[in-house]
């Protein structure tokens, strides 16, 4: 199958989703949705002005101040998420279709992954009948009925970046919805589809409207999305940079945030473990989205004594990757999603041979290949940490391998990081893997090969962010909470007065 040959299945990309309708925009201004592999045009949207932004905000603070939305029950509210759940299942050929004409991502893999992206939305719609929004606590202040309920914080501002966003809109989207809070949606440039596609789905389903509003815009239309002081709460997927002046924007008007922003986790290899094992456990997860995943191992750290076994290994497996057209299933590897990235990369490898590293395999663009934004997954050894290759997010697939000393200086180098996002620990006994994982200062850690788990918690530490998205962790930032105070207890606990 050729790149790009399945149609947009978007209904309305010329048409902004506010208020519950499909609506024109306030300008002729579209955005080009280019196909990473072979840089044609794929779709075109209509692009967000001010005016559209405001119009969105409007719609959501309307629904919320004086809609239904908040005021129904969690089990209504649940209701829907479970709705949404169903919808995405019978629309997962569209997910799978959108995602690698938008991002480069195989199609094998989005179409695989595609069938369970309702789940989310169905985790929180069980929550509806386990979580505890109202408890009762003793108050020793002398109230006979002291009670703690959690409300929804109020209106959302989603901002969605491109490498994955229909299990990033769902992160956000499923909690709030479930909170109570109406939600305004800003798609990525390079990506809208997925956002788009939820519109729809939101549509189908019959939430009231402004309950969930999705526009496209460039980076600008954030800002003002950003500083509206009716938006109560940004949720924020993507680079550091942007992170920080969303927290800093956020923080001089005392809004509530969440920040997902960027990695460089560390692959630990403790010196019982196989070291060909490791590296194949590596290999195969560091073409993940074309190496366009924050929480993606790019840091390997072994001993110095396994150093270049390690680099062998992963050498031999990522050299013989199969880079191509993501619709082709012989491909192995997409191409990167912008032209813009695939220069980052670039400059990214460029600087590692300036520095003198060892270039073990890749490190260009695939010879066969002559259009697309394709590169050849890369492997640096004797990598220093203090380095920019060591230091610096790259995004796509290029890994670095630093030589440790011993298993004190494997922790030292793993937390000598401005990023603390996630992170594996090689090994075959349990307990070294539990001391060495308490002593990583990174928001998750795996045993033996990456895991991310949504249903527990997903964030980090240092500049990987602010807040936790997934589970119960990832709800609560979208609920305030407030104390009452009573003299006799409200007739709905069942509790004589």
């Known amino acids: 199958m050729a790149s790009g040959v399945i149609e947009s299945p978007i209904r309305h990309p010329d048409r902004f989703f506010i208020d519950g309708e499909w609506v024109s925009p306030s300008s002729d201004a579209t955005i080009a949705v280019v ?27 309307t629904a919320f101040d004086a809609g239904p939305w908040p005021r129904m029950t969690h089990r209504e509210r649940g209701a829907y998420l479970h709705a949404i759940a169903d919808a995405l299942a019978r629309r997962a050929d569209d997910v799978g279709a959108i995602w690698p004409n938008e991002m480069g991502v195989l199609h094998a893999t989005a179409r695989a992954f595609a069938g369970g992206v309702g789940g989310m939305y169905a985790f929180y719609g069980r929550l509806a009948d386990t979580f505890e929004f109202e408890e009762r606590r003793h108050s020793p202040a002398g109230a006979a009925c002291g009670l703690l309920v959690r409300e929804p914080v109020g209106v959302v501002g989603a901002i969605i970046p491109w490498n994955g ?16 809070c ?30 969930v509003n999705v526009v496209t815009a460039d980076r600008a239309a954030s800002e003002l999305l950003v500083r509206d002081p009716r938006v109560d709460k940004i949720a924020f997927t993507g680079s550091t940079d942007a992170g920080r002046r969303i927290g800093a924007v956020l923080g ?70 199969r880079v191509g057209d993501p619709f082709d299933a012989a491909s192995q590897m ?17 600087a590692a041979r300036a520095d003198g590293f060892m270039l073990a395999t890749g490190g260009g663009r695939p010879k066969h290949l002559d259009r697309g934004w394709f590169v050849e997954p890369t492997v640096f050894g004797n990598v220093d940490n203090r380095s920019r290759l060591a230091r610096e997010e790259v995004f796509g697939p290029v890994l670095a391998v630093i030589a440790a000393r011993d298993e004190r200086h494997v922790v030292e180098l793993a937390n000598d990081s401005p990023f603390g996002l996630a992170g594996t620990v090689f090994t075959n006994d349990p307990d070294r893997a539990y001391s060495v994982a308490r002593d990583l200062r990174t928001g998750t850690i ?50 004589a007065q």
């Open 446 to 495: 795996s045993h033996n090969v990456l895991r991310l788990d949504f249903s527990i918690a997903f964030g980090g530490f240092k500049q990987s962010g602010v807040g936790r998205e997934g589970g119960v962790e990832g709800l609560l930032p979208y609920l305030e909470t407030k104390t009452i105070l009573l003299d006799g207890a409200p007739s709905h606990l069942g509790v």
């Open 252 to 321: 001089g008007r005392i809004a509530r945030q969440t920040l997902e922003l960027g990695g460089k986790s560390a692959a630990i290899i403790l010196d019982d473990y196989d070291a060909e094992t490791a590296a194949a456990a590596i290999a195969g997860r560091a073409c993940d989205l074309t190496g366009q995943v924050c929480a993606s191992l790019t840091r390997v750290i072994v001993s110095a004594d396994r150093h270049d076994a390690v680099v062998a290994a992963l050498a031999d497996r990522l050299g013989s990757v």
């Open 182 to 211: 109406c939600v305004v949606i800003k798609a990525s440039p390079e990506a809208p589809g997925h956002a788009l596609l939820m519109a729809e789905i939101a549509q189908e389903v019959g939430l009231p409207p402004g309950v």
């Open 165 to 180: 966003p229909i299990s990033l809109i769902a992160l956000k989207l499923a909690p709030a919805l479930l909170a109570g």
């Open 334 to 350: 997409g191409p990167l999603a912008t032209a813009r990235q695939r220069d980052r990369v670039e400059g990214h490898i460029a």
């Open 35 to 61: 196909a990473p592999a072979t840089e044609q045009v794929w779709m075109r949207v209509a692009e967000a002005q001010e005016a559209d932004i405001e119009r969105a905000i409007a719609a959501a603070r």
